[in-house]
């Protein structure tokens, strides 16, 4: 198998397999590679759970990974944590493992192709307005892209575009320019620097992750907050319109 090599930017650019139009690159194969490992481990994890005390070390590791998110999307919503940790949860746990399988000889991060990168924004893009129509429907949702008045809905439209973007290029920047560092590195200096800055990127593969997930759900809260404080003043404004009338 060729590996991806310092002059290339992207994994995209190794092509594994070509049937016509059909082209199974290294960013598609450790892609659903991370996904096989996610889904076999959590079946394996889960399919004895228990609620003794005591429990196996991957159940309890994985009880402790769900309460950390949970009480993170606690602190953004205040309420309803539960109902995100689906979308939120599975966004780090790939991003994470993605990252940090890179220790991996041979293995090349699918976060380091702008297309995955690109596509868990797009998820995060799309995951926004639905959260924000089921918390409080379309007309209302539609509503704020209006406001304070319609020549703003331009605006808000490019700032929806512009923070997609900003998801998508700063975690691909990050975990490209890492493994490009330590290549360098290792052509250049003696093992033990490379180690340590291999150990320093996984600790930022991590963070990154952490950070993907974190303004994801702050892009949601914001959308289904918002939305909701101003569906509660309308209504607020609509009970004392019909006080008036009555009185």
């Given at each position: 198998m060729e590996i991806v090599g310092i002059n290339q930017i992207s994994p995209d650019q190794v092509i594994l397999w070509s049937w016509g139009f059909v082209t199974i690159s290294v960013t598609i194969l450790y892609t659903w590679l991370v996904m096989v490992i996610l889904v076999v481990g959590s079946w394996l994890v889960t399919r004895n759970l228990s609620n003794d005390i005591n429990v196996s070390r991957w159940q309890h590791f994985l009880e402790v990974v769900i309460s950390t998110i949970r009480g993170e999307i606690r602190e953004m919503t205040k309420k309803g944590a539960d109902k995100y940790i689906p979308l939120i949860g599975t966004l780090f746990l790939f991003i994470c493992l993605s990252n940090v399988l890179v220790i991996v000889p041979g293995f090349v991060a699918p976060?380091?192709?702008?297309?995955?990168?690109?596509?868990?924004?797009?998820?995060?893009?799309?995951?926004?307005?639905?959260?924000?129509?089921?918390?409080?429907?379309?007309?209302?949702?539609?509503k704020e892209y209006f406001q304070p008045?319609?020549?703003?809905?331009?605006?808000?439209?490019?700032?929806?575009?512009?923070?997609?973007?900003?998801?998508?290029?700063?975690?691909?920047?990050?975990?490209?320019?890492?493994?490009?560092?330590?290549?360098?590195?290792?052509?250049?200096t003696p093992l033990l620097f490379?180690?340590?800055?291999?150990?320093?990127?996984?600790?930022?593969?991590?963070?990154?992750?952490?950070?993907?997930?974190?303004?994801?759900?702050?892009?949601?809260?914001?959308?289904?907050?918002?939305?909701?404080?101003?569906?509660?003043?309308?209504?607020?404004?609509?009970?004392?319109?019909?006080?008036?009338?009555?009185?």
């Open positions: 976060t380091s192709s702008i297309t995955t990168t690109a596509a868990l924004a797009i998820c995060v893009f799309i995951a926004v307005p639905f959260y924000g129509i089921s918390a409080n429907g379309f007309f209302y949702y539609l008045n319609f020549i703003f809905f331009p605006l808000h439209v490019m700032g929806e575009l512009a923070r997609t973007l900003a998801l998508t290029v700063r975690l691909f920047g990050n975990i490209m320019s890492h493994e490009k560092i330590i290549g360098i590195l290792l052509s250049v490379p180690v340590i800055m291999q150990a320093l990127g996984l600790l930022i593969g991590v963070i990154q992750a952490y950070i993907f997930a974190i303004l994801s759900m702050v892009y949601i809260a914001s959308a289904t907050s918002v939305h909701e404080e101003s569906h509660k003043h309308e209504k607020l404004q609509n009970a004392e319109v019909s006080e008036g009338v009555t009185a």
